[in-house]
């Protein structure tokens, strides 16, 4: 049986876990016995029980700037704190002994875990070594050149979750043609949808952030927008989010039928029988919203330097899939406005838009390994 062992971050929200297990979950149906390594804070119920999963010493980001990385009790992390995890994760490798290493982001993101990346690299001898990467980049101008030459020196290939007729690996990554050759487009990542049928959510507005780290203002506009919008005599729904520490201060803030909840087990379920969606721009919530035909609302995440959401919410804006309000400009008339621009059309048909992206990546890297 051949073995993948799969390196992953999540710092902020918990997008970057979920598309990791879910390749990893294809990956095991494909026969790969598979090892994740996690890096960030637990999240029961993301991993599937398939797959291996090495919980690291955990860290996160500091703030939305990325700028400052902090351990599991908010300290920032040190010398010491990093040469221990780098142990970790090397461990982990040789206990895996696998023919194929896949690093999520990293050349292309998390230039901050060189101190482990860079000797797992070193490590990786005749595997194949893969970079696994979302349909778009953060732009990060002057850091194309150090990038590719990572690329050319450690990485055999570069799955990019992605469908090129939505968004080419070329508009966040310029440099991408002198990489041709490595890359491999698989379509984007999504959980499988739920069988048809049951009530869940049926006609309400679902109203949601990801794992809530970065959301509270999109949720509390969305609240006090309710009351401006056509549908303000449907049921809302708000879910907070797994890392949402300001629940009560929502339930506060809500009236009328207004069900405020940290998150649902049957998210995907809600999306399908919504009547429309408000969320953020995040990769899986979007990929998901496309699946349900929803329709939707999203406010991009743009605090820092942050320039991928809104990419993707322009892109798929353009070809009519979505609603799309600037965060900048964020407030209850101007989400209300989009609210009703949005429920005034039909439900979208299916996009064309590739979807299966976690069992083309299994498929790829089965033939690459024959």
């Not at 990489?179 to 869940?200: N, Q, S």
């Amino acid at each position: 049986m051949k073995r993948v062992f799969f390196h992953v971050q999540h710092l902020l929200g918990i997008g970057h876990l979920k598309r990791a297990a879910l390749v990893c979950g294809a990956l095991a149906e494909a026969g790969f016995e598979v090892t994740l390594a996690s890096g960030g804070a637990s999240v029961p119920g993301v991993v599937p029980g398939n797959v291996r999963l090495v919980q690291l010493p955990p860290m996160s980001a500091a703030d939305v700037t990325f700028r400052n990385l902090v351990d599991a009790g908010g300290q920032a992390i040190d010398d010491a704190w990093k040469a221990k995890r780098a142990a970790a994760l090397m461990q982990a490798w040789r206990e895996a002994r696998a023919q194929v290493l896949i690093v999520e982001l990293f050349p292309f993101g998390r230039r901050q875990l060189r101190f482990e990346l860079l000797p797992l690299l070193e490590a990786a001898g005749e595997a194949l070594v893969v970079s696994s990467v979302r349909d778009l980049l953060q732009k990060r101008p002057g850091r194309e050149e150090e990038t590719l030459a990572l690329v050319e020196k450690y990485f055999d290939r570069v799955l990019v979750h992605g469908d090129p007729r939505v968004a080419p690996f070329s508009a966040s990554f310029a440099a991408a043609g002198r990489i041709a050759g490595r890359l491999a487009y698989t379509g984007y990542v999504v959980e499988d949808p739920p069988p048809a049928g049951g009530e869940a959510g049926r006609g309400e507005v679902l109203v949601s952030a990801g794992g809530g780290a970065v959301g509270r203002r999109l949720l509390e506009t969305a609240i006090r927008a309710r009351a401006l919008t056509r549908l303000r005599d449907r049921r809302w729904r708000v879910l907070a989010g797994v890392n949402a520490d300001f629940l009560d201060e929502l339930r506060l803030l809500a009236e009328g039928d207004v069900i405020v909840e940290r998150s649902r087990d049957d998210f995907t379920a809600l999306l399908r029988n919504c009547e429309l969606s408000i969320s953020q721009a995040g990769y899986n919530t979007v990929m998901e919203t496309l699946q349900a035909r929803a329709r939707a609302v999203v406010v991009p995440f743009s605090q820092g330097s942050e320039t991928e959401q809104a990419m993707r919410a322009r892109l798929l804006a353009e070809r009519g899939l979505i609603e799309a309000v600037d965060e900048k400009t964020l407030s209850p008339e101007r989400l209300a406005a989009a609210v009703d621009r949005a429920a005034a059309r039909p439900r979208p048909q299916r996009a064309d838009v590739d979807l299966d992206g976690a069992r083309a990546s299994a498929g790829l890297i089965g033939r690459w390994t024959a």
